[in-house]
């Protein structure tokens, strides 16, 4: 079935975010939230501005809001009253008469999935107005629509519930690291302390210069930041290769156990967060400049419990501290290296280990359903904006 066409801009007007000054920002509650580009998925903010402002920039629940740099997500905004920041935009307005609200979402979602890989990446991908406006949106009659939405909606939700379980799975890891070791802030058992440069081979290490536009199909295998941020093992689907000599190879290789950190990131929350490299496959890959490698000795620090600490508020909280914001947060290796770590006897990070594999073991199963189902979900949008649902 072909459904008419309008221009985004027909239907639709967007909001863009205002500059607000981060001198006014606050994270102790005092004014309204603001809403980032990290705040938009997620649904709610834990920075506060405490200024002047125009009350058209106030965000309300249920309100769509758009990232425009990194990856362009949009999302259904749910955190209450919040200010709308630059580099992010609301959908305005919509005329009603034509076009469904949740409708309009889902096929945002499908259409700036296939815009942001088709933008070049440099150092971030940068989404405009001019394009969303551009767009074609078929419009099928209102009432097919409404019932598109009825039906992605129950697929979304199922989703939610697959990614509920994950999140419970990550919370069982957390429970069982303080169950074992106790809080690291207060250090109950009186774990030793160091910092992590002593727990250490060698010292660590930036990646690979490479340009993303440079890739080859005989060339070495690289790791870059979106194969591994957020994952406990580093995990890629589809290894890119580039062109890199005998010595830089050697040097930027990859092996079994070491600790790749985010050197730089849209938001703070990206930064300095962690992942092993499995046995396997990647091990041999080189890594990407914008990724900080640490080679631990495995007889003072196991991979699989340092991994769990580093997301302990206390490692958390260390990083940040050290991390820099300009166009983009950024941290040093010695903003990661001279953090603080506690090192229990390496018979209970063992103890710990064994019990953090059967977590991940159910956790890998649940990411597999969840990825079957995403492949389903995105198969579903297909089908429904070619009229075929």
């Given at each position: ?224 930041i979106s194969d591994f941020i957020d994952l406990f093992y580093a995990k890629v689907d589809n290894i890119k290769r580039v ?107 063992q103890k710990f280990k064994e019990a953090c594999n059967q977590i991940l073991t159910q956790r890998e199963l649940s990411v597999k359903s969840l ?19």
């Amino acid at each position: 079935m072909t459904w008419r066409a309008v221009k985004f801009r027909e239907v639709i007007s967007m909001l863009s975010g205002f500059a607000f000054e981060a001198d006014l920002f606050n994270t102790t509650g005092n004014g309204l939230p603001v809403v980032r580009i990290r705040d938009v998925v997620r649904g709610y903010s834990e920075t506060f501005y405490d200024g002047p402002f125009d009350k058209k920039f106030i965000v309300k629940d249920g309100d769509f809001l758009i990232g425009m740099d990194g990856e362009f997500n949009i999302s259904a905004w749910r955190g209450g009253d919040a200010l709308l920041n630059q580099r992010v935009c609301k959908i305005d307005t919509v005329d009603e008469r034509r076009v469904d609200k949740n409708y309009l979402a889902y096929f945002l979602s499908l259409a700036l999935k296939k815009i942001e890989d088709a933008t070049p990446f440099v150092t971030v991908k940068h989404l405009s107005i001019k394009t969303l406006n551009s767009l074609d949106v078929p419009l099928p009659p209102l009432a097919e629509q409404q019932r598109i939405a009825a039906i992605l909606d129950c697929a979304a939700a199922l989703r939610a519930k697959r990614r509920a379980t994950l999140a419970k799975l990550d919370e069982l890891l957390q429970a069982t690291f303080i169950e074992m070791f106790g809080e690291p802030v207060t250090n109950p058992k009186g774990w030793d302390i160091c910092p992590l440069s002593d727990c250490l081979v060698g010292s660590a290490s930036n990646g690979f210069f490479a340009k993303g536009d440079k890739y080859t199909t005989r060339g070495t295998p690289i790791i870059w930041i979106s194969d591994f941020i957020d994952l406990f093992y580093a995990k890629v689907d589809n290894i890119k290769r580039v062109e890199a000599n005998a010595k830089d190879i050697a040097k930027n290789q990859v092996r079994y156990g070491d600790v790749l950190f985010c050197r730089s990131s849209l938001t703070p929350a990206g930064i300095g967060k962690a992942s092993i490299i499995p046995p396997g496959d990647l091990e041999g890959t080189i890594f990407e400049c914008h990724i900080i490698k640490c080679t631990l000795n495995q007889s003072v620090l196991l991979p699989e419990f340092f991994r769990v600490f580093s997301d302990t508020p206390y490692f958390r909280q260390q990083i940040l501290k050290h991390a820099k914001t300009a166009t983009m947060t950024t941290i040093s290796q010695q903003g990661i290296v001279n953090n603080k770590v506690f090192v229990p006897p390496l018979e209970m990070q063992q103890k710990f280990k064994e019990a953090c594999n059967q977590i991940l073991t159910q956790r890998e199963l649940s990411v597999k359903s969840l990825a079957v189902f995403d492949t389903f979900f995105h198969s579903l949008q297909q089908r429904a904006f070619r009229g075929n649902l």
